[in-house]
């Protein structure tokens, strides 16, 4: 409960931590005590670094986010992935092929489970390297140069698509009486689960560090609050004429505050924020089933559906931000050049304030959260239920 009054307040994180720790849950209390120096006071407090240090070091315990790999399900293991060369940083590199059998229905479903699991196996070796890293170290799972190409190349989407078309198959299929629907079915639980095992790992690094990145926190809460705005168009129904108003004006002007800076505009649009826009989407829809289930909860219906929304709202217009600019080549720290997605906002704000493309962007976040709230639908039938905190 005190976390819960006073989140921003280091001893409140710490004595929680000591709880944990007296219980024997170590994971969570080294939770806890990241949690207590990601506070404005605690980063120097000479108590919570010890306090990590023996949790991380002295107990060797695994990190309470170390995840099942991917689902191995047809039968198909996938290959160890590529070994990195020395002094890559980056970790071995995802093949987009893989990513064009898994989404191709054309493909045998053997074929595209094995294409799933070959990117579960990329992912369980990046998700390793993390883990051998303290959470608040410089370079997160998001920041790594291979992981960024990868999901450039829509491995997120890519495997979402796959589960969506797959579980709506798998409902034809059962209530189909043609020969041969319940072996198609079945194939598709496959196909389903190894998706569904896929992104839950990615969605786990969201968990890691986000408490150590108070700009990343700060900047998306703070995007959510401008959207929220009476002049932003995602506020009004579709088909709502867009209108220049002064309100709307003043919608445009905090945009331009918040995303004209080059470097809000960088970590809003990477893909720590918008797999965390993700997460918390996720979270609602979940929250939001529980409570029509009857369950308790501390927030009220209406405050659940807005935080859905906003979510849904954050992760469709910084996604568009991410590839506005079109492309550009950088050079990382080692000299390696990449081609990457070159983000904008003026494009993506401008087609918002017409009429037309507010109602395509209103339907782009009614549709993200219907395919989320399926998504969170198949975590619980594959049993990844809770484990990424929803």
């Avoid at 998706?195 to 990615?202: D, E, K, R, T, Y």
């Avoid at 926190?217 to 709502?240: H, S, W």
């Avoid at 905090?254 to 993700?278: D, M, Q, S």
Wanted: proline content about 6%.
């Amino acid at each position: 409960m005190c976390v819960k009054l006073r989140p921003d307040w280091e001893k409140a994180h710490f004595r929680r931590g000591m709880a944990l720790e007296d219980k024997g849950d170590d994971d969570d209390a080294l939770a806890a005590f990241e949690a207590a120096r990601a506070t404005a006071t605690g980063a120097h407090n000479p108590e919570i670094a010890k306090k990590i240090k023996y949790l991380m070091k002295s107990k060797a315990r695994p990190s309470s986010i170390v995840v099942p790999k991917t689902l191995i399900r047809g039968g198909v293991a996938p290959p160890p992935p590529s070994k990195p060369s020395p002094g890559d940083r980056g970790g071995p590199a995802g093949d987009p092929a893989w990513l064009e059998t898994a989404k191709s229905p054309g493909q045998p479903v053997a074929a595209r489970v094995d294409a799933v699991n070959r990117v579960g196996g990329w992912l369980a070796a990046h998700l390793e390297r993390v883990l051998k890293r303290p959470a608040g170290e410089s370079e997160w799972f998001f920041e790594e140069r291979e992981v960024v190409k990868f999901l450039d190349h829509g491995a997120f989407g890519v495997m979402l698509d796959v589960l969506t078309h797959t579980v709506v198959s798998i409902i034809a299929a059962e209530r189909s009486d043609a020969p041969g629907a319940a072996e198609a079915a079945s194939a598709g639980a496959d196909l389903a689960g190894a998706s569904a095992g896929v992104l839950h790992n990615l969605l786990h690094p969201s968990l890691r560090g986000w408490n150590t990145r108070k700009p990343h926190q700060t900047l998306l809460a703070t995007i959510e609050q401008v959207f929220r705005m009476e002049g932003c168009p995602l506020n009004d129904p579709k088909g709502t004429p867009v209108e220049a108003s002064q309100s709307a004006k003043q919608f445009t002007a905090l945009c331009a505050k918040v995303l004209g800076n080059p470097g809000a505009l960088a970590v809003l649009t990477g893909h720590a924020a918008t797999e965390r826009a993700r997460l918390q989407l996720l979270r609602a829809i979940v929250q939001q089933d529980q409570m029509s289930a009857g369950k308790s909860s501390d927030a009220s219906a209406a405050d659940v559906a807005a935080r859905m929304t906003e979510s849904a709202r954050a992760l469709v217009v910084l996604r568009r931000c991410r590839v506005a600019g079109g492309r550009r080549t950088i050079h990382d720290a080692d000299g390696v050049e990449t081609d990457a997605p070159k983000p904008a906002w003026e494009p993506v704000i401008d087609a918002m304030l017409t009429t037309e493309g507010a109602d395509e962007m209103r339907d782009e976040v009614k549709a993200t959260i219907e395919q989320h709230s399926l998504l969170a639908g198949a975590f619980k039938k594959f049993g990844f239920e809770g484990s990424v905190g929803i």
